[in-house]
């Protein structure tokens, strides 16, 4: 890492001190100019920011790249194409769905879960067709409780199916807060409505700003999101979710949670991470105070998010309460009061990112920049480090197993 960091620090040092070319004319009878090297194909790009033991950087916005998104759509289409439902006896099957806890609708008919990544109408008949052959009453006298088998059965069916009106609906929401539209067919909406929510939040966060934003950086930003989404309002979005309740209660719905379960886990842990900048940022705006109490739904749609602020609490206290071993102070160049107070783990990740990102608030690094990448990777793989070295079933490595 810190052979790194110096090599991209010479590498910076050599381009400021390199005069500007000059510009050259063509002269007849020699050879032009060598044409620059074209960028990178998508698949080289992934090979320059492939890090051993990390499958996603936690800001990729894999929601709007819609070859990943066909693959995705076409791996639930195969998932559902080997699926096969195994009954077993039907007093089995009746015990399943009438004794002990009420189970949920997808439960009582095998779907959903990232195994299949979703489900339509076409799987809710199959699987109501399979198994009310299996549990019809005529064919079970002998069965008490299989009429009432029988009868959650249609229930679930038919709640699966308001389900999947619910999705379709906010899927069309959400695209339009921020100005976009959605395909009008969505035979298993699931994955786009996962899409969409995991867009907002991202937008949410960037118009809100983390943390201390300069004017300049917030400019830039604002003059991006508004050429990209030149239908959605900056003001009306961010009141939108901060000042209205709707949006908010949308995203603890129980219709986003199967979603979320129907996706993989690379994608649920940026989701929650999502949900908490977006907390973040809404703490900062109210300055004191609690935040509203749509949060406690969200914390109940989602507890794991509640795993996740524990694990960003215990890193952040990492970063400040860890002492320095006696002669190991290490080297900030920073002269913020503060700084005796940072630990030595967390000088050293400043270093890090004080050496790959540009100084200054005239410049930014792009999304898609492979040091930017490879950083983030390697800090997180820190990160799962430090948390295997602790007391299993306590701190972050017990939030870190709930999470994968």
Avoid at 3 to 21: T, V
Avoid at 107 to 115: N, Q, W
Avoid at 152 to 173: F, I, K, P, T
Wanted: net charge neutral; proline share 8%.
């Amino acid at each position: 890492m810190e052979q790194k960091i110096l090599e991209r620090l010479k590498l910076q040092a050599a381009a400021k001190a390199a005069p500007a070319p000059a510009t050259q004319l063509a002269v007849p009878g020699t050879a032009p100019a060598p044409a620059p090297a074209p960028p990178p194909t998508p698949d080289e790009r992934l090979e320059q920011l492939k890090v051993d033991g990390a499958e996603l950087c936690g800001d990729e916005a894999w929601f709007a790249d819609e070859d990943l998104r066909s693959e995705l759509r076409a791996a639930v289409q195969e998932a559902h194409r080997e699926q096969k439902i195994l009954i077993a006896s039907p007093a089995e099957e009746v015990q399943r769905i009438c004794e002990g806890a009420r189970p949920s609708a997808l439960a009582v008919l095998r779907l959903g879960g990232a195994h299949l990544g979703g489900y339509g109408e076409a799987d809710i008949a199959y699987s109501y067709r399979q198994l009310s052959r299996a549990l019809h009453p005529d064919k079970n006298p002998d069965i008490p409780q299989a009429d009432q088998a029988f009868h959650r059965l249609s229930e679930a069916a038919e709640e699966l199916r308001l389900g999947l009106q619910e999705q379709r609906r906010l899927v069309v929401w959400f695209a339009s807060a921020t100005g976009r539209q959605v395909p009008d067919t969505m035979e298993r909406p699931q994955e786009t409505l996962f899409a969409e929510a995991s867009r907002l939040l991202t937008v949410i966060c960037g118009l809100a700003g983390e943390g201390h934003v300069p004017t300049a950086a917030r400019s830039r930003a604002l003059s991006l999101f508004a050429s990209a989404h030149q239908g959605c309002r900056v003001p009306e979005l961010l009141c939108l979710w901060f000042e209205r309740s709707q949006l908010m209660e949308a995203m603890a719905s129980p219709a986003l949670r199967i979603a979320y379960d129907c996706a993989a886990k690379r994608y649920r842990a940026q989701f929650l991470c999502l949900l908490s900048r977006v907390l973040a940022a809404e703490v900062r705006r109210i300055g004191r105070g609690m935040p509203r109490d749509g949060w406690k739904q969200m914390a109940e749609t989602f507890p794991e998010l509640v795993l996740w602020q524990e694990l960003r609490e215990q890193f952040y206290q990492r970063c400040w309460l860890e002492p320095d071993p006696p002669g190991m102070g290490g080297c900030d160049r920073s002269r913020s009061p503060e700084r005796a107070l940072r630990s030595r783990w967390a000088r050293k990740w400043r270093k890090a990112m004080a050496a790959i990102l540009p100084a200054g608030e005239d410049t930014a690094a792009p999304p898609g920049d492979p040091e930017v990448c490879k950083l983030a990777h390697v800090i997180w793989k820190d990160i799962v480090a430090v948390a295997e070295k602790e007391v299993a079933g306590s701190g972050p490595k017990r939030a870190l197993g709930r999470l994968n």
